[in-house]
């Protein structure tokens, strides 16, 4: 692409999996914050199921505004008040059941973009090397979280057809700005080979 000026992050021999705000406040059509994701979870799903398959450790993110969490994200909650319906006990908290999470796959609940910022992610994350980051959305919170990925060492890879956004240009956008600076954007099926022996 004629704007790349830099290098491959490059897959590493650790990789752990990350599916961003997979949950039903994003996904479910009759939520506030719900956009299209069908085909998002689809490939999401298949790739999660390769991962357990090969041994690679599955995290999952969602959003939730208790009161802390919504005196911490105030300026956010300021910004985009329609998070408020994102309360502890309510489904839209709850992931994406399609993904098919298992009981020993942890749930980050975070409170702003980047599925590293307040919380205890990169503690989870010891020993890895690379973090595929599927989810949404690409411009927000999977662009958030690929940043600090790297910034905490870790070679991110989106693929491609695993994330998405309520804005095409949008997301567009932040995959060429992703894979300019911050990771690698492939495609799923390049990521599955790269997992598998």
């Known amino acids: 692409m004629a704007e790349r000026f830099g290098g491959a992050a490059g897959f590493g021999e650790r990789p752990a999996v990350v599916a961003v705000d997979l949950s039903l406040g994003f996904t479910d059509p009759s939520s506030p914050l719900a956009c299209d994701l069908d085909d998002v979870l689809l490939r999401t799903a298949g790739l999660l199921r390769v991962a357990r398959r090969v041994g690679v450790p599955v995290f999952f993110t969602t959003v939730v505004y208790d009161e802390v969490g919504e005196a911490a994200a105030a300026v956010f909650l300021r910004k985009v008040p329609a998070l408020k319906v994102l309360r502890p006990g309510t489904r839209w908290v709850e992931?994406?059941?399609?993904?098919?999470?298992?009981?020993?796959?942890?749930?980050?609940?975070?409170a702003h973009a980047s599925a590293f910022f307040g919380?205890?992610?990169?503690?989870?994350?010891?020993?890895?090397?690379?973090?595929?980051?599927?989810?949404?959305?690409?411009?927000?919170?999977?662009?958030?979280?690929?940043?600090?990925?790297?910034?905490?060492?870790?070679?991110?890879?989106?693929?491609?057809?695993?994330?998405?956004?309520?804005s095409g240009r949008a997301h567009e956008q932040a995959l060429s700005d992703i894979d300019g600076r911050y990771g690698d954007v492939l495609g799923v099926e390049e990521v599955i080979a790269a997992l598998e022996p």
């Open 95 to 110: 992931i994406d059941e399609r993904l098919g999470r298992r009981r020993d796959e942890p749930i980050i609940a975070k």
């Open 119 to 166: 919380v205890p992610f990169a503690a989870l994350l010891a020993g890895r090397d690379t973090l595929i980051v599927c989810g949404a959305s690409t411009s927000g919170c999977v662009r958030a979280t690929v940043v600090d990925a790297m910034q905490h060492g870790l070679s991110p890879i989106v693929p491609r057809e695993c994330v998405g956004d309520r």
